[in-house]
T-cell receptor, first 113, second 114 residues
Framework: DQQVKQNSPSLSVQEGRISILNCDYT??????FLWYKKYPAEGPTFLIS?????DKNEDGRFTVFLNKSAKHLSLHIVPSQPGDSAVYFC????????????FGSGTQLTVLP | EPEVTQTPSHQVTQMGQEVILRCVPI?????FYWYRQILGQKVEFLVS????????KSEIFDDQFSVERPDGSNFTLKIRSTKLEDSAMYFC????????????FGEGSRLTVL
């Protein structure tokens, strides 16, 4: 099942710089997209989301961009902080099945001090 | 801050044994979920539960699995006869609304089937 793909298993960024995490999807029925962050030995934590009627959503240091024609979304973190080091999961659902999230495989972000 | 709690944090069982994983969702949430993550693989949806019945379930959630909300606070996942491939981290989650995917996850229960 490759409906949601995160092609970069890992990303390293210097503290203070921008982190860009990417995600692609194939299911045209998806209309709501989310990013979750996961620390070791913890469950995923909701970070930010975007509806398909928008192309950008911003919350503090976190911005999610959605390109529907390319079926691509990205998460920008600026400035990156060492505490941002975690696995970031992209997830998606459709309004017809809003309770069922489809997750990507995750990207391990390491922010170097 | 309210949180979803899960017990046990780690359970080791023999193949064929029954396992019950327990969860206490956030108190004013109405929708409850189980997800699992096999080591090295994606987080996968198992089942959602609302108003004392299953709303949706995935192909993974076969007859060996069942969920229950036995009282006003607990939400359980039962695996009737465990198989080796059931070894995974099982995450419980809850949400107030169902129209988005903003779920609150617990820390997970690691199940190891020998």
């Amino acid at each position: 099942d490759q409906q949601v793909k995160q092609n970069s298993p890992s990303l390293s960024v210097q503290e203070g710089r921008i982190s860009i995490l990417n995600c692609d999807y194939t299911n045209s029925m998806f209309d709501y997209f989310l990013w979750y962050k996961k620390y070791p030995a913890e469950g995923p934590t909701f970070l930010i989301s975007i509806s398909s009627i928008k192309d950008k959503n911003e919350d503090g240091r976190f911005t999610v961009f959605l390109n529907k024609s390319a079926k691509h979304l990205s998460l920008h973190i600026v400035p990156s902080q060492p505490g941002d080091s975690a696995v970031y999961f992209c997830a998606a659902n459709s309004s017809g099945s809003a309770r069922q999230l489809t997750f990507g495989s995750g990207t391990q972000l390491t922010v170097l001090p | 801050e309210p949180e979803v709690t899960q017990t046990p944090s780690h359970q080791v069982t023999q193949m064929g044994q029954e396992v019950i994983l327990r969860c206490v969702p956030i108190s004013n949430h109405l929708y409850f979920y189980w997800y699992r993550q096999i080591l090295g693989q994606k987080v996968e949806f198992l089942v959602s539960f609302y108003n004392n019945e299953i709303s949706e379930k995935s192909e993974i959630f076969d007859d060996q699995f069942s969920v229950e909300r036995p009282d006003g606070s607990n939400f359980t996942l039962k695996i009737r006869s465990t198989k080796l491939e059931d070894s995974a981290m099982y995450f419980c989650a809850s949400s107030r609304k169902s129209d988005t995917g903003e779920l609150f996850f617990g820390e997970g229960s690691r199940l190891t089937v020998l």
